[in-house]
């Protein structure tokens, strides 16, 4: 119970900046909340957030994990597709679904183990390791897919994008499913702890026994695992592999929704529910942006300016302000500390 | 010394004159962008097809997206003496200095494709399609399409600010001007990518009453319409019969959806750029005939009436 409250006191920001951005959009597009079923399936625009955020949920998860270390993952886009194309080659040579599955997440788990062994064995920092791969990754995908979009017919691996399971969205199911997995991977063993330990100071943990290579190692291949998840559904949305666009810039949405989601770049304490909440923001304003009817050339502004709010509100030093002003002095105090933590 | 230098001249001279007058195939350079879409690939794959038809020994040399790759190819071109120079430019400016180095060696230059910002006396001719032109033919499709029926149509933009999204709106535009029942009541980018026409193409459908009061989809790119495509149908409406599906481009896929009655009209984008060139300059160095300085490709309409499965088998092994 105290364990619940403890979590949603943390995602409290995250909800309400969720709440206030989907209170916007409902303002603008008045149908917004409705939720009918087609083809078998829900069908509404709230779906489609949760939907469309998938890839960007899942990059989150290995982002979050990634960032808590004080490292970053520039090369998830470039791993999505990657992945994306070795499972539109693996399925359009025959060789069945499970092996396909099997052979894109393998791929995305050994781009994972390059990055960790550059970071963790020879010691690059991290935005220049992953950022080899960012670049190289791109080129290996469009080799993959000789510089067309390979596309294929494979129900059951087109399933993975467009299909539903008891009316849900497949992409939805997976990301819950793997924001589950991991949070109670490393939340209900001390690894999460370990992380944190890493990251908030390297030599400190190596000096009290944690064996920090082979945990960075194993971050890294996380977020290679997750991109490669995230390349799969990509590729079967559209029943094609587009190395030149799969993935392309969602590094940075990564990124942005772990910031958003309250996870210091300095590195430590992380929260992947929050990341995924963040990850969810992201998509509300994409998907808001869209329904609003504005002419495209706003789009991006009106993304930056909508974020540029959030991160605002949440920086510690407008938030101690705000709490300054309050009557009850005592309380304000109260906040503040927990702002610092 | 002096006298040793001019008999090697003349030696080099000799041979140059004995290679070009004996060699009955005609040598020309080829400096391509590099193969960053399916389209550039097709066009290589064409140029290739076309120099061996007409018999002409085709040098292609591929710049990787980078310029100075370009301009070195074309000065290899000039040192090695070819009868003319094709060069799909990868930007508009900076060609003017191995331009006037290509016409003191009195070697034809012509544009594929795109062009550059140098003065037009540099090079010999240019071959293009008209984007603005391309909009308009996929209009005026549609105008014939609904007659007076009342028509919301829902547009699909490429990348915003890119020349292509920018000239193909303009024309689509003027296609469907002067007839008031054509209606465009939604414009959004999706990048020229199957992902974006796809997730854009969700959003139109809710926005516009479930796809409903939507007549027609224009969109400025194939890729594009068949995200598009997916995306009614998982709204479950028919493609090409509830909603009109118009676009650009007339890649292989496109074919495909056309052929199962998915897609109703492309606007071809043609990757036959070198054909056109080739026959320019055949003119030019048989007699000296001065093409224009623009040849307009023709932007051909392709509907589910030309036999959409015939040039789809035509058209998967180009590269696309």
Excluded at chain 1, 139 to 166: C, D
Excluded at chain 1, 218 to 242: E, F
Excluded at chain 2, 81 to 89: E, F, Q, S, Y
Excluded at chain 2, 272 to 301: R, V, W
Aim: negative net charge; glycine residues 10%; charged residues 15%.
């Amino acid at each position: 119970m105290t364990a619940a409250k403890a979590i949603l006191r943390r995602v409290a920001p995250q909800l309400l900046t969720l709440a206030a951005v989907l209170g916007l959009i409902a303002l603008v597009h008045p149908g917004f909340f409705d939720v009918s079923i087609a083809n078998g399936r829900l069908y509404g625009s709230a779906i489609d957030i949760l939907n469309r955020g998938a890839p960007v949920a899942l990059l989150a998860i290995g982002m979050t994990l990634v960032i808590a270390t004080r490292g970053i993952d520039l090369s998830v886009g470039a791993v999505m597709a990657i992945s994306g194309a070795v499972a539109a080659a693996a399925i359009t040579s025959g060789i069945g679904l499970v092996p396909t599955l099997a052979l894109a997440l393998v791929t995305g788990i050994a781009c994972g183990l390059w990055n960790g062994l550059l970071v963790a064995v020879l010691g690059i920092q991290p935005i220049v390791a992953t950022l080899i791969l960012m670049v190289a990754g791109r080129g290996i995908a469009q080799l993959i897919t000789e510089g067309a979009i390979l596309t294929f017919n494979h129900k059951g691996l087109i399933f993975f994008g467009s299909g539903a399971f008891l009316g849900i969205p497949m992409p939805v199911l997976i990301w819950l499913a793997a924001g589950l997995l991991v949070t109670l991977v490393v939340r209900r063993s001390a690894l999460g702890m370990l992380i944190e330990a890493i990251g908030v100071n390297l030599r400190a943990s190596t000096l009290a026994g944690i064996n920090a290579r082979v945990l960075l190692i194993a971050v890294y291949m996380t977020s290679g695992l997750c991109a490669a998840l995230a390349g799969v559904i990509a590729a079967a949305d559209i029943k094609g592999a587009d190395a030149n666009n799969a993935g392309l810039w969602l590094e940075l949405d990564a990124i942005l929704a772990v910031v958003v989601g309250g996870t210091s770049l300095l590195g430590g304490r992380f929260s992947i529910i929050a990341s995924l909440i963040g990850a969810m923001i992201i998509q509300a304003v994409n998907t808001g942006i869209l329904l609003s009817g504005f002419p495209p050339e706003f789009n991006l502004i009106i993304k930056a300016a909508i974020i540029l709010v959030i991160l605002v509100l949440q920086s510690p030093t407008v938030r101690t302000t705000l709490a300054f002003f309050r009557r009850d002095k005592a309380s304000a105090e109260a906040k503040a500390e927990t702002v610092i933590q | 010394m002096l006298s040793k230098k001019a008999w090697m001249g003349a030696c080099a001279l000799a041979v140059l004159a004995f290679t070009t007058s004996g060699a009955l195939a005609q040598t020309i350079g080829f400096s391509q962008i590099g193969s960053e879409s399916g389209w550039r690939a097709a066009e290589t794959t064409l140029t290739r097809q076309e120099a061996e038809k007409r018999g002409i020994d085709l040098k292609f040399a591929d710049a990787q997206q980078k310029q100075e790759n370009q301009i070195k190819a074309l000065r290899s071109f000039i040192a090695q003496g070819v009868d003319a120079i094709l060069i799909a430019p990868v930007v508009a400016t900076g060609w003017d200095s191995v331009l006037e180095e290509a016409k003191e060696a009195e070697i034809p230059v012509v544009l594929l494709d795109r062009q550059v910002d140098s003065s037009d006396d540099l090079y010999l001719t240019a071959v293009g399609s008209d984007l603005h032109h391309e909009g308009k033919v996929a209009g005026d499709w549609l105008v014939g399409a609904v007659g007076d029926k009342p028509c919301n149509v829902v547009e699909l933009q490429g990348t915003t600010g890119s020349s292509p999204a920018i000239k193909r709106k303009a024309g689509f535009e003027e296609g469907i001007a002067g007839h008031d029942n054509i209606k465009i009541v939604r414009s959004q980018t999706g990048d020229f990518t199957r992902t974006k026409g796809k997730e854009v193409m969700e959003s139109f459908l809710k926005a516009e009453n479930g796809g409903k009061s939507i007549c027609a989809l224009y969109a400025h790119n194939d890729d594009m319409a068949v995200g598009a495509i997916q995306a009614i149908k998982e709204a479950g409406l028919k493609p090409g019969e509830d909603i009109l599906i118009v676009s650009i481009d007339a890649v292989p896929d496109i074919f495909q959806a056309m052929a199962a009655g998915e897609a109703n009209a492309t606007v071809e984008l043609t990757p036959n750029m070198a054909g056109p060139a080739f026959d320019a300059l055949a003119a030019y160095l048989k007699d000296g005939t001065e093409p224009p300085k623009f040849i307009q490709t023709e932007s051909k309409l392709y509907t589910q009436a030309d036999d959409p499965q015939a040039v789809y088998e035509a058209k998967k092994d180009l590269g696309y």
